[in-house]
C-alpha cells in the first residue's frame, strides 16, 4: 500500500501539464499589475491631463474649422 501511494505522488509531481499556461499567467500579473498599481496611484494626474488635452482639443477645432492634416475646411476661416 505505501508502495502504491509512493508511486502516485511520483507520478502526480512529474505531472507538469498546464505548466506552460501558469507561467504565461503569470508573466501576464507581473506586467499588468504594477501598471495597474501605476494607473490607481495617478488616476488624479491622469485624468487632469485627459480633460485639459480633451479641452484644448475641443476648442482648438472648434476656433481653426481645419481639419487633420491643418488645411482649412470648406466654409471656414483660414489659420
Known amino acids: 500500500m505505501l508502495a502504491r501511494m509512493?508511486?502516485?505522488?511520483k507520478r502526480l509531481h512529474a505531472d507538469e501539464q498546464?505548466?506552460?499556461?501558469?507561467?504565461?499567467?503569470?508573466?501576464?500579473a507581473?506586467?499588468?499589475l504594477p501598471l495597474?498599481?501605476?494607473?490607481?496611484?495617478?488616476?488624479?494626474?491622469?485624468k487632469e491631463w485627459v480633460v485639459d488635452m480633451?479641452?484644448?482639443m475641443r476648442g482648438q477645432?472648434?476656433?481653426?474649422?481645419?481639419d487633420y492634416f491643418g488645411?482649412?475646411?470648406p466654409g471656414g476661416t483660414s489659420g
Request: proline fraction near 0%; avoid cysteine; glycine fraction near 8%.
Open 36 to 46: 495597474l498599481g501605476l494607473l490607481i496611484l495617478f488616476r488624479n494626474s491622469i
Open 18 to 28: 498546464g505548466a506552460e499556461g501558469l507561467e504565461k499567467l503569470l508573466i501576464i
Open 6 to 9: 509512493w508511486r502516485s505522488l
Open 30 to 32: 507581473a506586467v499588468v
Open 61 to 66: 477645432s472648434s476656433k481653426d474649422e481645419a
Open 54 to 56: 480633451w479641452e484644448k
Open 71 to 73: 488645411d482649412t475646411l
